[in-house]
């Protein structure tokens, strides 16, 4: 007899735990999808090297083929808002991006902080100075991302969960670079592993604020393993004299197969 009543009473408590969480497998459906849907950011965000440009973006050049343009067309959410800008560092999200975010907002995607620790002038310092001077230059980003890039992620996600109380905030990392240990034009091998081990660092300091913030971090690299630059499949833009604002950016591929996938998993 007591066994049945144990019995019945666990029952009962495994229905219940399963009525709550189902109710709030449920209710996150429900907001997805009657929600709206906000892409903040910089160029990794806005499409940048996709292509497809959206002439009214102007220089923020919003592509048709970026992420969150594609993760919208697939889900429908109730209202789409593309702020997200080339060139785009932390205060300029800040001052002209988060306009659209409110309390129906459900879903708010971000790329922020390869701007503000200096990436397009690393890269070009790499590409075109010696080794020692390009690993100096990555010391002084590196050490920017320790010092000031946390506190300036801080007042970003801060700002974007006070507009958006309710969404649900998924940052999105940076992709390692280059594919190492083959045979590859260009750049030294000590270059790339330096420029990878940066993008790792980024990545990490990223992380470590967006989940102090309750934020969700959706990590690129492993969807662009095997995809990197010197991989023979590049999901990335080499050096291109011709659009230099595109070197160094992800194809539409790279937008396709690379980031909405970690963006459709974690949102």
Same mark, same amino acid.
């Given at each position: 007899m007591r066994r049945?009543?144990?019995?019945? /009473?666990?029952?009962?408590?495994?229905?219940?735990?399963?009525?709550?969480?189902g109710g709030a497998t449920q209710a996150r459906a429900s907001a997805s999808a009657t929600g709206g849907y906000v892409a903040l950011g910089d160029s990794y965000s806005s499409g940048v090297g996709s292509g497809s440009y959206i002439s009214s973006s102007g220089d923020c050049k919003r592509s048709t083929k970026a992420y969150p343009?594609?993760?919208?067309?697939?889900h429908a959410p109730a209202s789409f808002a593309f702020t997200a800008c080339s060139g785009a560092t932390t205060d300029d999200v800040l001052a002209g991006q988060l306009a659209p975010l409110g309390s129906d907002t459900a879903l708010v995607s971000i790329s922020v902080g390869g701007n503000d620790a200096g990436f397009?002038?690393?890269?070009?310092?790499?590409? @075109?100075?010696?080794?020692?001077?390009?690993?100096? /230059?990555?010391?002084t980003a590196t050490a920017y991302v320790d010092s000031t890039l946390p506190g300036k992620l801080d007042s970003v996600y801060s700002a974007i969960r006070a507009k958006a109380p309710n969404a649900r905030v998924v940052v999105l990392g940076y992709p390692r670079f280059y594919k190492l240990g083959t045979t590859c034009l260009g750049l030294s091998e000590?270059? /790339?592993?330096?420029?990878?081990?940066?993008?790792?660092? @980024?990545?990490s300091a990223i992380a470590a604020v967006a989940g102090r913030h309750g934020f969700v971090f959706g990590d690129v690299r492993t969807t662009f393993t095997g995809h990197e630059l010197c991989s023979g499949s590049a999901w990335l833009h080499s050096v291109d004299w011709l659009n230099i604002g595109e070197s160094y950016h992800p194809t539409a591929?790279?937008?396709s197969g690379g980031y909405l996938p970690v963006l459709t998993n974690a949102a």
């Open positions: 049945s009543r144990f019995t019945a /009473r666990f029952g009962a408590f495994l229905l219940a735990v399963g009525l709550a969480f343009y594609l993760w919208n067309a697939a397009s002038d690393v890269m070009t310092t790499c590409v @075109l100075q010696s080794d020692s001077t390009c690993l100096s /230059r990555i010391a000590t270059k /790339r592993s330096a420029i990878n081990n940066a993008a790792d660092h @980024l990545d591929a790279g937008q």
